[in-house]
């Protein structure tokens, strides 16, 4: 990247390290290439690195390196990140039912963006998504790629509980919630896939550089997994 990653202070435990302004596929994939590289170096005070879509959060124990020190040692493995390997990508289908009691958003979309119910899910499915992070909470993808035609804002008052499995939508971004929370995205869809479970390992489905590609369900499926 030409004149290489903007470096800021978060506090006296961390820097952030910028890549770019923008949802960008290019951009993620140097943020989790400096993860790794991070990784592979690993340097003495570094506790974690947290990627995201356009930056990576780097905290460090200012008793073990200073900050002037930490970020040489993250301009330096910004200087490898092309050598990185990063992890294949897997493509990771969810089945989903759309609309109705599963989406109760999906008929508010289609007002809002002119188009048919039919068209926001055919829209929807129709791409594969990259996850380029993970959080609010804990297994929650950030999927971007949403198609302009059917990116539409968050709700202006969120629910105080949206259900696990609820597969939502705001501006250019989807995502699926995996437990029982209150959220502000416009829910189109549900999936019974349980995508994070503290019991297993890894708890998570998937990880930042997968792909999700939304499946639909007959309704007859998706009630048969509703009621079971």
Not at 216 to 223: H, V
């Amino acid at each position: 990247m030409d004149g290489g990653p903007r470096i800021l202070i978060a506090g006296d435990h961390a820097l952030v390290v910028e890549y770019g302004p923008t949802i960008d596929e290019t951009i993620n994939r140097r943020v989790r290439a400096l993860t790794g590289a991070l990784a592979a170096k690993a340097v003495p005070g570094v506790v974690e690195v947290v990627p995201t879509y356009r930056s990576a959060m780097v905290h460090y124990d200012p008793d073990a390196i200073t900050p002037a020190a930490l970020r040489e040692a993250i301009l330096d493995a910004d200087r490898h990140v092309d050598e990185v390997a990063l992890p294949a990508s897997r493509v990771i289908e969810i089945p989903t039912a759309y609309g109705g009691r599963f989406g109760p958003d999906l008929d508010a979309v289609a007002a809002e963006t002119g188009l048919s119910p039919r068209e926001v899910i055919e829209i929807h499915h129709s791409r594969d998504y990259l996850v380029y992070m993970m959080g609010f909470m804990a297994g929650f993808p950030y999927l971007g790629g949403l198609s302009p035609r059917i990116a539409v804002p968050r709700l202006a008052s969120p629910r105080t509980k949206v259900p696990a499995g609820s597969v939502g939508i705001a501006l250019g971004q989807t995502g699926i919630y995996p437990t029982d929370s209150p959220g502000g995205w416009r829910l189109i869809g549900w999936t019974p896939v349980r995508i994070f479970d503290a019991t297993h390992e890894p708890p998570v489905l998937f990880e930042a550089g997968d792909y999700i590609r939304f499946v639909p369900m007959t309704d007859a499926d998706a009630q048969r997994y509703a009621t079971a």
